[in-house]
């Protein structure tokens, strides 16, 4: 069994940054698809952005483009989401996800996935 596992959220200023992480257990992240997804108060989960097992592949949502970066390091079991230029609007509870190998990695930013983490909050507000 898969276990996700974030960190690395906080309270930041608007303008500011942030770096999640997400660290996997359970099976090498080089056989999974990882995303993250955030839901606001009141609102939807959404996707943010994924990266495909071997990093090939990176999408992200049209509102955190030039701003947001998914990375990761297969030899640390470890997905990272850097936020610059936080606003806001990126307030929300983030989640980390993971699809399997098999499955198509563009699957991810369609809430197709099967793995989650138990999410980390993010607050930008000053």
């Known amino acids: 069994q898969v276990q996700l596992v974030e960190s690395g959220g906080g309270l930041v200023q608007p303008g500011g940054s942030l770096r999640l992480s997400c660290i996997a257990s359970g099976r090498t992240s080089d056989h999974l698809h990882v995303g993250w997804f955030r839901q606001a108060p009141a609102k939807e989960r959404e996707f943010v952005a994924s990266?495909?097992?071997?990093?090939?592949?990176?999408d992200y949502t049209d509102s955190v483009k030039g701003r947001f970066t998914i990375s990761r390091d297969n030899a640390e079991n470890t997905v990272y989401l850097q936020m610059n230029s936080l606003k806001s609007d990126d307030t929300a509870i983030y989640f980390c996800?993971?699809?399997?190998?098999?499955?198509?990695?563009?699957?991810?930013?369609?809430?197709?996935?099967?793995?989650w983490g138990q999410g980390t909050q993010v607050t930008v507000s000053s």
């Open positions: 990266i495909s097992n071997l990093a090939y592949n990176t």
């Open positions: 996800v993971a699809l399997q190998l098999t499955k198509p990695w563009a699957q991810l930013a369609r809430g197709a996935y099967d793995y």
